[in-house]
């Protein structure tokens, strides 16, 4: 059975820095596509940040230079670091497992964690 548990949100102030992790179970993050996404208030999740199996990542236009994903295969776990912060960031960040298709798209996912929330004030 494949879990997926995030941790690490919380309410901060724009400009500060969070880590979102992500403990997997029954799937071994070395082999896996990892991403996270998140679902803001009103709106669809959204793609953040992907690690392919083989370490490649790539990020939306609305984090990159900001978010970082990586894994530590010994752990089996997935983290988002995520600096300066902004309101926009606000949102429930989701951890997710890839089965297959195309990186970015909710529907190539087949795993998925519970959320964490994230809220930045400003």
């Known amino acids: 059975q494949v879990q997926l548990v995030e941790s690490g949100g919380g309410l901060v102030k724009a400009g500060v820095s969070l880590r979102l992790s992500c403990v997997v179970s029954?799937?071994?993050?070395?082999?896996?596509?990892m991403a996270w996404f998140r679902q803001a208030p009103g709106k669809e999740r959204e793609f953040v940040a992907v690690?392919?199996?083989?370490?490649?990542?790539y990020y939306s236009d609305s984090v990159k230079g900001r978010f970082t994903i990586s894994r530590d295969v010994a752990k089996n776990e997935v983290y988002l670091q995520m600096n300066s912060l902004k309101s926009e960031d606000t949102a429930v960040y989701y951890c997710?497992?890839?089965?297959?298709?195309?990186?970015?798209?909710?529907?190539?996912?087949?795993?998925w964690g519970q959320g964490t929330q994230v809220t930045v004030l400003s």
């Open positions: 997710a497992s890839h089965r297959d298709g195309t990186y970015y798209l909710e529907e190539s996912y087949d795993y």
């Open positions: 029954g799937r071994t993050v070395r082999s896996n596509f």
């Open positions: 690690i392919t199996w083989n370490g490649i990542t």
